[in-house]
């Protein structure tokens, strides 16, 4: 292992005898482990309270625990870092994918995409000319500086965006393109950073082609076996159906990038094309979901932390300063103007895209690529894009929700979409569904035989104010109430749809047009 704490005699006298590792190291460690862990916790409770962006405080915690620091840890394994940080990444964009609405982003696709791909470009061009030109770097560490902030970070814009009320086209458009924007990204930074004369831009351009191209072929056939199976194969116990979706989004990564493609997108789409299923046991699985990537998170941001040496930053934060400047205020307006204009997007919401291109993680774990590959001048290059990323998050998280107001782009909290959980009865040829009417539904004051449910469906418990009983055809529903229905197999999927379309239309849903698609 490349990370040692500052040496005591007793830990030098340690590593003399070479002695293997025992119980009670393990129990130390896992000690240390579970504080850390405790620590990133209560520090979620301490970000969501001040405003400032969890990223930074997780960070903080790396750094405290590194050789400048309190925890004196010295680490400065660079590949290990990748590594970790690419497996965490694929949690991250497996969650954010399972909590991507289609409905929403649908209408979105092209200009996201344009904004991974056009817009990337455009980032990249102007980031590393200010690179070149103002800070004096070589070209190569220019372009690869500029194709390591073009990427905004999925965790920050998913953390962010779904906190403030924004028109679904404008959250629908930056989710996408954090989604998608990862895998040219990666791609660039490679190709930058290898060893010889840089490829023609062509060339680049037909190789990310192609692995976006498989990557998406493959996210998406993995993750439409994956819903089939989930919802067509009963697992023993409801706790297994987590587990198997985040393996089903693994194995999406996995095979895309066996097969030399975006690993990356496969995931992201796998991850949405199951998010969109109505899959059994939804509410545990997005929950189970959203804490595997909160630990991915912690682990990850700490990790990066420790790599950081705080006394060497100090030559390279105006340098930082300068090509975050350029990079927030003219390279990243200018790709959205680009991109956006032709698709007649209005100028606030290019104005509020512009400022909402997020970095965080992610940058800094792709600044890793260079230190792996031996590129000169990489130590600088990662110490510039670690300040960039902590400055400018600072300055962009924050007052992201301000800048929504001043422009009008906020909006009144929309209805809660109903929490409808499915439990597979495979023996009974059935489906027991349980629904939660949330605050603002309209199923609010509708009578049960009102849900108009299809042959096969019935309502058979209600549970409200902790005190359940069985509804009778004229029972009013209420907000909070929990419903428990049945279902047969074939009307299964009709039976949620419409309980869907009552929750966002009411009782007369059918007939003014308010269909039961879902999230």
Same mark, same amino acid.
């Given at each position: 292992?490349?990370?040692?704490?500052e040496?005591?005699?007793?830990?030098?006298r340690?590593?003399?005898?070479?002695?293997?590792?025992?119980?009670?190291?393990?129990?130390?460690l896992?000690l240390?482990?579970?504080?850390?862990l405790?620590?990133?916790?209560?520090?979620?409770?301490?970000?969501? $309270?001040?405003?400032?962006?969890?990223?930074?405080?997780?960070?903080?915690?790396?750094?405290?625990m590194?050789q400048d620091?309190?925890g004196?840890?010295?680490?400065?394994?660079?590949?290990?870092?990748q590594?970790?940080?690419?497996?965490?990444?694929?949690?991250?964009?497996?969650?954010?994918g399972?909590g991507?609405?289609?409905?929403?982003? $649908?209408p979105?696709?092209?200009?996201a995409?344009?904004l991974?791909?056009?817009?990337?470009?455009? @980032?990249?061009?102007?980031?590393?000319?200010?690179?070149?030109?103002?800070?004096? !770097?070589e070209?190569r560490q220019?372009?690869?500086?500029?194709?390591?902030?073009?990427?905004?970070?999925?965790?920050?814009?998913?953390?962010?965006?779904?906190?403030?009320?924004?028109?679904s086209?404008?959250?629908?458009?930056?989710?996408?393109? @954090?989604?998608?924007?990862?895998a040219?990204v990666?791609?660039?930074?490679?190709?930058f950073?290898?060893?010889?004369?840089i490829?023609?831009?062509?060339?680049?351009l037909?190789?990310i &082609?192609?692995?976006?191209?498989?990557?998406a072929?493959?996210?998406?056939a993995?993750?439409?076996?994956?819903?089939w199976?989930?919802?067509?194969?009963?697992?023993?116990?409801?706790?297994?159906?987590?587990?198997?979706v985040?393996?089903?989004?693994?194995?999406a990564? &996995?095979a895309?990038?066996?097969?030399?493609?975006?690993?990356?997108?496969?995931?992201y789409?796998?991850?949405?094309?199951?998010?969109n299923?109505?899959?059994?046991h939804?509410?545990?699985t997005?929950?189970?979901?959203?804490?595997?990537?909160?630990?991915a998170q912690?682990?990850m941001?700490?990790?990066?932390?420790?790599?950081v040496?705080?006394?060497?930053?100090?030559d390279?934060?105006?340098?930082a300063l300068?090509?975050?400047?350029?990079?927030?205020?003219?390279?990243r307006?200018l790709?959205?103007?680009?991109c956006?204009?032709?698709?007649?997007?209005?100028?606030?919401?290019?104005?509020?895209?512009?400022w909402?291109?997020?970095r965080?993680?992610?940058?800094?774990? !792709?600044?890793?690529?260079?230190?792996?590959g031996?590129?000169?001048?990489?130590?600088?290059?990662?110490?510039?894009?670690?300040?960039?990323v902590?400055v400018?998050?600072l300055v962009?998280?924050p007052?992201?929700?301000?800048?929504?107001?001043? !422009?009008?782009l906020g909006?009144?909290?929309?209805a809660a979409?109903?929490?409808?959980?499915?439990?597979?009865?495979?023996r009974?040829?059935?489906?027991?569904?349980?629904?939660?009417?949330?605050?603002? @539904?309209?199923?609010?004051?509708?009578?049960?035989?009102?849900?108009?449910?299809?042959?096969?469906?019935?309502?058979?418990?209600v549970?409200?104010?902790?005190?359940?009983f069985?509804?009778?055809?004229?029972?009013?529903?209420?907000?909070g109430?929990?419903?428990?229905?049945?279902?047969?197999?074939?009307?299964r999927?009709?039976?949620e749809?419409?309980l869907r379309?009552?929750g966002a239309?009411?009782?007369l849903?059918?007939?003014?047009?308010t269909?039961g698609? @879902?999230?």
């Amino acid at each position: 292992m490349s990370y040692v704490r500052e040496p005591t005699r007793a830990c030098a006298r340690a590593r003399e005898r070479e002695r293997p590792l025992t119980v009670h190291d393990l129990n130390q460690l896992l000690l240390v482990c579970s504080l850390v862990l405790l620590v990133a916790v209560a520090a979620v409770r301490i970000s969501s $309270r001040s405003g400032l962006p969890s990223l930074l405080v997780y960070l903080g915690i790396g750094v405290l625990m590194g050789q400048d620091g309190i925890g004196g840890i010295r680490f400065d394994d660079a590949e290990l870092t990748q590594v970790i940080g690419y497996a965490a990444l694929v949690v991250i964009l497996a969650e954010g994918g399972l909590g991507t609405k289609w409905k929403e982003i $649908r209408p979105a696709l092209p200009a996201a995409s344009a904004l991974a791909l056009v817009g990337v470009s455009v @980032s990249v061009g102007g980031t590393a000319a200010a690179a070149h030109y103002l800070v004096g !770097l070589e070209w190569r560490q220019s372009l690869i500086i500029g194709a390591i902030v073009s990427s905004t970070d999925a965790a920050a814009v998913f953390s962010v965006l779904r906190k403030i009320p924004l028109p679904s086209r404008v959250t629908g458009t930056l989710e996408a393109e @954090s989604g998608f924007n990862d895998a040219p990204v990666v791609i660039l930074v490679v190709a930058f950073s290898e060893h010889g004369p840089i490829e023609h831009w062509y060339v680049l351009l037909g190789e990310i &082609a192609l692995e976006l191209a498989i990557g998406a072929a493959i996210g998406i056939a993995v993750g439409w076996l994956g819903a089939w199976g989930l919802r067509h194969v009963a697992l023993p116990a409801s706790g297994l159906y987590p587990i198997a979706v985040m393996a089903i989004a693994v194995t999406a990564y &996995a095979a895309g990038a066996s097969a030399h493609g975006s690993g990356f997108l496969a995931v992201y789409l796998a991850a949405m094309v199951m998010g969109n299923a109505r899959l059994p046991h939804w509410p545990a699985t997005r929950g189970f979901a959203d804490g595997l990537g909160w630990i991915a998170q912690i682990g990850m941001f700490v990790l990066l932390g420790l790599l950081v040496t705080p006394h060497e930053l100090g030559d390279d934060i105006l340098p930082a300063l300068v090509i975050g400047l350029v990079l927030t205020m003219v390279a990243r307006p200018l790709s959205v103007i680009a991109c956006l204009t032709p698709f007649r997007v209005p100028w606030r919401e290019q104005a509020l895209m512009s400022w909402a291109g997020l970095r965080g993680a992610v940058p800094i774990i !792709l600044a890793t690529i260079p230190m792996v590959g031996g590129v000169e001048d990489s130590r600088r290059i990662f110490n510039i894009v670690f300040i960039l990323v902590v400055v400018y998050t600072l300055v962009q998280g924050p007052t992201l929700p301000w800048l929504a107001r001043k !422009l009008h782009l906020g909006q009144g909290p929309e209805a809660a979409d109903l929490g409808i959980e499915s439990a597979p009865l495979e023996r009974l040829r059935g489906h027991l569904l349980s629904v939660a009417i949330p605050e603002g @539904s309209k199923m609010h004051g509708v009578e049960v035989n009102e849900l108009r449910l299809p042959a096969g469906a019935a309502v058979t418990l209600v549970v409200r104010d902790g005190k359940s009983f069985v509804p009778l055809p004229t029972t009013v529903l209420r907000l909070g109430d929990e419903l428990l229905v049945v279902a047969t197999d074939p009307v299964r999927d009709a039976a949620e749809k419409r309980l869907r379309a009552v929750g966002a239309g009411g009782k007369l849903a059918g007939w003014l047009g308010t269909n039961g698609a @879902s999230h």
